[in-house]
């Protein structure tokens, strides 16, 4: 079973918020000077942004804000956000793996952008809604 | 340099508690978008039988990330920071962080390999209470980029 799509628009605001909020302040995620010295083609999202966005994604379709008991995921490519009002956008889908007979349900997530996947093996776990 | 495989298994000493405090999960769910009144609302959260606001799943690598730094920045393991991508990330609950946790870090090295010139590193850090309850595991799997 095919879980609706959800997409999230990312802009520079939206990265310097999450660094405030994270403590993670790499100059990747808002210096183009400095992104573009380590070869990146310009400032790039936290993996960890994509990755909390693709959690509200989980908890969305799980139905509660709780229910998530395992999430991972390995970053496969950046996600480059432009410096406009625009930004760029990430979608997500899931496909439903397994539902347990002890009330867990396994997702196998998909995020992309530009039609490119930025993340492989995204995978969560959440309690079945009751 | 490549990584010393002698350090797996390694367990270093539990960091200094950390304070979960409401305005800290409800900024860090503000800056992600997370508008589920669970993660604002202390009453909407003792609705769901939360003492307080519920953190997003992705919160507690704010404590992770400071904690890894007794890893990362170990020199007796040499990671060269400047070269080091985040690989991948995993997390296992017990339960939802809440504010109000105070939340203690125990670093583990799993892994370390190098493979095709660059190093591997995965770590496992228990975040559980000052009382011992565990919360969460949270693995961080690093890629040390060998220089080209």
Not at chain 1, 60 to 67: I, R, T
Not at chain 2, 54 to 79: N, Y
Request: aromatic content about 6%.
């Amino acid at each position: 079973m095919e879980l609706p799509a959800q997409t999230f628009q990312v802009t520079r605001a939206d990265l310097v918020r999450y660094a405030g909020a994270s403590g993670d302040f790499n100059p990747i995620h808002w210096s183009d000077r400095v992104a573009t010295t380590v070869g990146l083609p310009g400032v790039i999202a936290h993996g960890m942004f994509t990755m909390a966005l693709v959690g509200r994604a989980v908890t969305e379709w799980a139905g509660s804000p709780d229910a998530v008991v395992e999430y991972g995921v390995r970053f496969t490519r950046p996600v480059v956000v432009p410096d406009d009002d625009q930004g760029t956008e990430i979608e997500v889908t899931a496909r439903v793996r397994e539902v347990t007979g002890d009330g867990l349900t396994r997702l196998e997530v998909t995020a992309t952008c530009l039609g490119e996947k930025v993340l492989s093996q995204a995978r969560a776990t959440i309690r079945t809604a009751r | 340099m490549p990584l010393d495989p002698s350090f797996v298994g390694r367990t270093y000493p539990p960091t200094a508690p950390y304070q979960v405090g409401r305005e800290k999960i409800r900024e860090f769910a503000s800056a992600i978008g997370a508008t589920d009144p669970a993660h604002h609302d202390p009453e909407a959260a003792r609705a769901l039988g939360h003492s307080d606001v519920v953190a997003p799943p992705t919160f507690p690598v704010i404590v992770t990330m400071a904690a890894s730094s007794q890893i990362i920045e170990d020199p007796a393991l040499g990671v060269d920071y400047s070269r080091l991508v985040h690989g991948d990330q995993r997390f296992a609950y017990t339960r939802p962080v809440v504010a109000g946790d105070e939340l203690v870090c125990t670093n583990t090295i799993e892994d370390v390999s190098t493979r095709g010139g660059h190093g591997f590193l995965t770590t496992r850090t228990d975040v559980s209470t000052v009382g011992g309850e565990p919360v969460v595991a949270v693995w961080a799997r690093y890629v040390i980029r060998g220089e080209a």
